[in-house]
């Protein structure tokens, strides 16, 4: 199985080399559909392996004396299922949307490229593989962000992304270059039968962190994120926000739990902390935006953050010899990761096809799409009441696993871990009811009430194969949401894997309940919930239309105390957000407004000015990059000195190293 995951891998990069010679008018349903059908084969092979025996292949690749290895186990097994699910919709949505492409050789080639470097990371098995793969990864990502590179905000983006994502393989480098070191080998398997000193591991697993932070989205390694991902195309911004970061995730999850064994118990402290203020600073920042797909790549910061908490949690239940525990938190964790992948990207091909009809991503001069493009409406409803967590559909399941995960933490036996996850508890319960205010306005600004401009007046359905992508997602968030156990269940070769645990078997409960800890405590039932909300759905429809009056009663909409009903006395997003703006807004982003009113007799308009900051820009990378300009600045000064100067320089510095090498001798 594994030659032929690879054999896939092979052909996608061949398929990025093809798009460049191809004709124009064949190349994109070619090139997309090349990738749609090779990403349905490696899930076919991550769906086949899951629950099978590890397999391992050596290539005679890479510099001399070593060679590229691979492997496949479980939790790469699973993680080709989650990269490839959202490789297939891509690729299927992308020959509807890739035809509106003014440039599509800018996107073509690097697209296959792409789903081929993030598979190849999944399955490396040697530090110089995982590098090699991790980068290339960077790089393809990169230059599909920089497809659109007439656009304004491309350029600083791309920037931004190349420096977090450089800076990011540099930290890995170093972590692997300090396993490998001590290990005497770079391949995995030699890694992980080596023990390490508290000390290296700590040290390792802090640079894990960094390096597989800074590409998933952690805070503050965020920066990046909401300007990268709306810069690409929708169908890239969807594989780089659903399917991307859990690649990071996934090189977490190998260096902490196979590679650097038995954890200590406050490994789980700092992935605890930065994954709970991830959470709700990354909903914060999405009720601050009104740019669509700012919005859905912020909230993408929200959920990377909750998928560390259940890994966080996971760590600390491992550390405290709890292994069934450990993998109820990391089921939790995976069956996020699964569903953040494909409700994101059913909202990231609606926000696509959105800005497609109308031209604008700007929720504020939207609304009414749902005349419009009814369909798109109703899988962007689906998607956002999956990400808002809300039953029957997938995203409500995989929070309420993590819920029940952190119920049992008062076994944990260290005072602070029973203090610290309580307290991680509330931020999570915090930021599921701030993304539920986040997609009620995503939802309702641009597709309920009235158009805001003539492009949303006039906007037409996306084609058949983007909405059909789409519907598809929204189908899946409710079959998972209705019947999760399968997927648990198809988790538990992963649990075993890294914790040592399982979950009970869930699927041959009575009713297909879940149940993760005993039927006493807790269980959850989405069919028997969605059976429930339909029939009292339909009896309330049914009462109403049997007992209201018949009469046809016609009078004035209300205009929200306006004289004059037009669409500019809607809600606005702004105006919507503006309360939890008030509330969270001036302590954590400094958020203020300012109203210029002008002079008595003056008809002008008054101008209403809002000003915000990020926390992380002001505290962390401004000064960081005020520091590196005086630096460069300084350093600058050299190249406009005498050659006298120079001779000095060159001669004290010979002074000083002779001065070193005596005291050495």
Not at 191 to 204: D, E, M, N, Q, R
Not at 234 to 252: D, N, P, Q, R
Not at 269 to 280: E, F, K, Y
Not at 420 to 441: E, N, T
């Amino acid at each position: 199985m594994i030659a032929f995951a690879l054999s896939c891998i092979l052909l996608l990069f061949a398929c990025g080399v093809a798009a460049i010679f191809l004709p124009r008018r064949h190349a994109t349903a070619l090139t997309y559909g090349a990738s749609a059908i090779l990403s349905a084969g490696l899930l076919t092979v991550g769906l086949a392996q899951i629950a099978a025996t590890a397999v391992d292949v050596a290539l005679p690749l890479g510099p001399p004396g070593l060679a590229c290895s691979f492997h496949l186990d479980a939790l790469a097994a699973s993680f080709l299922c989650l990269v490839n699910l959202g490789g297939l919709g891509a690729s299927l949505f992308g020959i509807g949307y890739g035809r509106h492409a003014a440039e599509p050789r800018r996107v073509l080639p690097f697209f296959p490229a792409f789903l081929a470097a993030m598979n190849l990371v999944v399955l490396a098995a040697d530090t110089y593989s995982f590098l090699f793969s991790w980068e290339l990864m960077s790089l393809t990502s990169w230059a599909l962000v920089m497809s659109d590179h007439r656009a304004r905000e491309t350029a600083p983006a791309g920037f931004l992304y190349l420096l977090m994502a450089s800076g990011g393989t540099l930290v890995l480098l170093l972590a692997f270059g300090m396993l490998s070191t001590a290990a005497s080998g770079t391949g995995f398997a030699a890694i992980a039968a080596h023990p390490f000193t508290p000390g290296l591991a700590a040290a390792v697993l802090l640079l894990a962190l960094l390096g597989t932070g800074s590409k998933a989205g952690l805070f503050p390694l965020h920066a990046w994120l909401p300007l990268a991902h709306p810069a690409a195309p929708s169908h890239v911004s969807a594989l780089m926000s659903g399917v991307m970061t859990k690649v990071a995730i996934y090189a977490f999850l190998r260096i902490a739990f196979t590679l650097l064994g038995p954890p200590a118990w406050w490994w789980s402290i700092p992935v605890l902390v930065l994954g709970g203020i991830t959470a709700v600073l990354g909903v914060l920042y999405a009720l601050m935006e009104t740019d669509l797909k700012r919005i859905l790549a912020c909230s993408t910061i929200e959920n990377v953050g909750i998928i560390f908490l259940a890994v966080g949690l996971a760590l600390a239940f491992k550390a405290n010899g709890e292994p069934a525990a450990a993998a109820l938190a990391l089921t939790a964790g995976g069956l996020h990761a699964f569903n953040h992948m494909l409700f994101k990207s059913t909202l990231f091909f609606g926000a696509g096809s959105v800005a497609h009809a109308t031209g604008t991503r700007d929720i504020e001069r939207l609304g009414g799409l749902i005349q419009r493009m009814p369909r798109t409406g109703l899988a962007f409803l689906a998607a956002s009441l999956a990400i808002s967590a809300l039953p029957p559909f997938n995203g409500f399941v995989s929070e309420w696993l993590l819920f029940q995960s952190i119920l049992i933490s008062p076994h944990l036996e260290r005072m602070g871990m029973k203090l610290l996850v309580p307290a991680v508890g509330v931020l999570l319960a915090l930021a599921a009811a701030l993304a539920a205010a986040c997609f009620l306005r995503a939802f309702a600004i641009p597709f309920l009430g009235r158009p805001r401009s003539d492009a949303a007046a006039t906007a037409v359905e996306a084609d058949r194969w983007s909405t059909g992508t789409m519907l598809a997602g929204a189908a899946l968030c409710l079959l998972i949401g209705l019947l999760p156990g399968f997927v648990i269940d198809g988790l538990r070769p992963v649990t075993a894997l890294l914790t040592g645990g399982r979950m009970p078997v869930q699927a041959s409960d009575s009713w297909l309940s879940i149940v993760p800890i005993s039927a006493s405590r807790s269980s959850y039932n989405g069919l028997v919930i969605a059976i429930f909300l339909l029939a009292a759905g339909s009896l309330t429809a049914f009462l109403v239309h049997r007992f209201a009056s018949r009469g046809i009663r016609r009078a004035p909409a209300w205009g929200c105390g306006f004289p004059q009903g037009g669409a500019e006395t809607q809600y606005s997003a702004t105006g919507l957000a503006q309360p939890l703006r008030r509330v969270f807004g001036a302590l954590i982003f400094a958020a203020r407004s300012e109203v210029r009113l002008p002079p008595p007799g003056d008809t002008s308009a008054a101008v209403l000015q809002r000003h915000s900051r990020d926390p992380a820009w002001a505290f962390l990378y401004a000064p960081l990059g005020r520091a590196v300009q005086a630096t460069v600045e300084t350093l600058n000064r050299l190249q406009f000195l005498t050659i006298r100067s120079y001779v000095s320089l060159v001669f004290g510095t010979l002074v000083l190293l002779l001065i070193a090498l005596a005291i050495r001798g």
